[in-house]
């Protein structure tokens, strides 16, 4: 059974997962190119008293020669160029057999490349997504890995004994597919975070703004709601529970005092939210919610630009108190929007992971992917998980589109009614929802027919022949239609 682990990256997801590792028997030789990292991490194993376990060494060559064959390292690198590096430094180094764990937020094509450029030698390389941040790392993170059968088998059981347990005991994570699908899986998680993040972002200036409350009361509603009901143990709405209450020296409210600016990392112009929206795009899925979540952020976080175009507009946009009969009744029509548009993100997330499956041939085992989202994660949600079980436990399900399928398409009718109030109260008041409003327009689009598209298909038709179906017509898919119609000289109005 596998004992020793190279760690290449210990900054602070790195570190964490060495420390994980090594109190759960594993020993460790661990290398990062930055000095700072492994003078940190230093200070931490040695503060809980694990030297025998971790051993800090001065190259990749040195970490390669510690360990036992076959070999298995783990990454914890920022995507792209430095994990190619890293892969570069071991490679003369690497024999058949030996195994990477690549647990950075990487492409899945980087991924898959070198999966192709190692295969040769028989190495072996797992694109790991890992969830939860760097307390999870510490304590246990979701952990979803593809690559080659023998490679997965080979890593699993080392895996398990360190991923987050669920609720019932059951690690959270299992093999996800082969090739990139492990990295593609997680590059969808943050998709789904992000839409999930933005409305609760959303949410929670309907409630202070809005509705009037002060912080402590939102943290007590954000209890509420994660203590029972449709929400119950989300991992965002109980993180926002401490982010409500959270006071600092001065005795403020920590929130109050955070700028509205969500860049990315300052050394990563791109990421998992912006790559999810190119596959989103890409492969023709909906994913309304997350898409707008993202938009939301990349404007949020140019803010000279917002503040110049506030100053050409002259007014502003002047957001004011919510016009309700009841708060209390607000209040629950809030929480039933929240779930909705949770919901939403997974159903947008799991399409889109749906089609590059299809696309790939892959075959993903959806209660799996479950399964790794049932906790150590960011989009943790039990009641969601307990929806969608339902849903892909059952052998006649519709695999193809989740709203589709009555276990979410009833959730979401359900509480249609509550999220439509919901957005036209906040328009009313210049509150800014666009995500939740996105996600009404995405639901109302997707469970209808007779779109007003039946317009934008003429206007195609009139310029560029694009061809129509007639609505007698039986419908061919995504296929283009098979009539053309002479729209101008029909009614010559256009030559005015
Ligand atoms: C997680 C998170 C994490 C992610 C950042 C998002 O699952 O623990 O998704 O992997 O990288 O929290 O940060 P950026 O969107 O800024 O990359």
Redesign the pocket.
């Known amino acids: 059974a596998l004992s020793q682990v190279g760690m290449l990256g210990v900054g602070s997801m790195g570190a964490m997962m060495t420390l994980l590792m090594a109190e759960r028997g594993y020993e460790i030789f661990f290398y990062d190119p930055s000095e700072k990292n492994m003078d940190q991490l230093e200070q931490q194993y040695k503060d809980i008293h694990l030297e025998s376990q971790v051993h800090r060494v001065g190259s990749y060559e040195e970490v390669c020669k510690n360990l036992g064959e076959p070999k298995v390292f783990m990454f914890s690198t920022p995507h792209g160029g430095p994990a190619d590096k890293c892969v570069e430094s071991l490679t003369p180094y690497l024999k058949k057999d030996d195994v990477i764990v690549d647990c950075g937020?990487e492409h899945w094509e980087n991924t898959e490349r070198r999966q192709r450029d190692l295969d040769p030698q028989g190495i072996h390389y797992v694109g790991c997504g890992?969830?939860?941040?760097y307390q999870?790392a510490r304590a246990g993170p979701s952990m979803s890995p593809g690559g080659s059968p023998e490679a997965l088998e080979m890593v699993m059981p080392f895996l398990r004994t360190l991923a987050a347990k669920d609720s019932k005991g059951r690690p959270c994570t299992s093999p996800v597919g082969p090739a990139g699908s492990g990295h593609y899986v997680?590059m969808v998680?943050?998709g789904i975070?992000?839409g999930m993040m933005s409305v609760v972002a959303e949410v929670w200036l309907l409630l202070t703004k809005g509705l009037g409350l002060g912080y402590e009361e939102v943290g007590d509603i954000f209890k509420s709601w994660n203590e029972s009901g449709p929400l119950r143990d989300c991992f965002l709405i109980a993180i926002g529970v401490d982010i409500e209450r959270a006071k600092g020296k001065d005795g403020e409210h920590v929130v109050s005092q955070v700028r509205d600016k969500v860049v990315?990392?300052v050394d990563?112009e791109e990421?998992?939210?912006t790559w999810t929206c190119g596959e989103a795009v890409a492969r023709h899925v909906p994913c309304a919610t997350i898409l707008s979540a993202h938009l939301f952020r990349c404007a949020s976080a140019d803010l000279r630009r917002r503040t110049k175009n506030k100053e050409s507009a002259g007014t502003g946009i002047d957001a004011q108190p919510l016009a309700v009969e009841s708060k209390k009744d607000f209040v629950e029509m809030l929480h039933m929007t929240t779930y909705f548009c949770f919901l939403a993100c997974f159903a947008q997330g799991l399409d889109l992971i749906r089609q590059k499956d299809k696309d790939s041939d892959w075959n993903l085992d959806y209660l799996k992917v479950l399964q790794l989202w049932r906790g150590g994660?960011?989009i943790k949600a039990e009641h969601i998980a307990d929806v969608l079980e339902k849903l892909y436990s059952r052998k006649d399900h519709d695999k193809e589109d989740i709203l589709g399928n009555p276990e979410v398409g009833h959730e979401l009718a359900k509480h249609f009614p509550a999220i439509k109030k919901v957005v036209l109260k906040a328009i009313e008041a210049d509150l800014f929802v666009p995500s939740i409003s996105q996600t009404l327009e995405y639901y109302k689009y997707e469970t209808s027919t007779g779109l007003p598209t039946q317009f934008m298909e003429a206007q195609l038709d009139y310029f560029g022949q694009h061809m129509f179906d007639k609505k007698d017509d039986p419908d061919h898919g995504p296929e283009k239609g098979k009539h053309h119609y002479e729209w101008k000289r029909a009614t010559g109005s256009s030559d005015k």
Do not use: A, P, R, Y
Request: charged letters at 20%.
């Open positions: 937020n890992v969830s939860g941040g999870s997680k998680h943050n975070e992000q990315q990392d990563e990421g998992t939210g994660c960011i």
